[in-house]
Structure formats: structure tokens, C-alpha cells
């Protein structure tokens, strides 16, 4: 998201796909996977959370990041 970010929010990031057919989506902090599905929140955040969150859908055609 843009915009200022205060230690203790709550942050949602959404990834939208319209793959057919329908997209697994997982989410990535670096290389590193911390979940699924259309939605990832954070509650709480704070500096552990910092770094480049991306998404990344994938069916049977193939996959694709966000960017």
C-alpha cells in the first residue's frame, strides 16, 4: 500500500487474478511464502514485518507475479 504506515496497524493487500482457470494465489515476502488466497493481513505490524510483499497466481496455463 501507499501512504505512511504506523507500527501497531493493520494492513490488508489484496491480488486479483482473472485467470481461467481460476488462480491458486500464494503470497510471497522475498523469496519466502506467508500465505494464501485473495487476501493477506497484517495485524500489528511492525519493523519485522518490512520488505517487498508480492503475490503470485498459478494454474495450469502457468504462473505469474505481481509487480
Partial sequence: PS???VEGDSV???CSSD????A????????TIV???RIYNI?????DHSGEYKCKSINKHGEKYSN
Fill in 3 to 5: 501512504g505512511e504506515i
Fill in 12 to 14: 490488508t493487500l489484496n
Fill in 19 to 22: 485467470s481461467n482457470p481460476p
Fill in 24 to 31: 491458486e494465489i500464494s503470497w510471497f515476502k522475498g523469496g
Fill in 35 to 37: 500465505g494464501s488466497g
Fill in 43 to 47: 495485524s500489528k505490524i511492525s519493523s
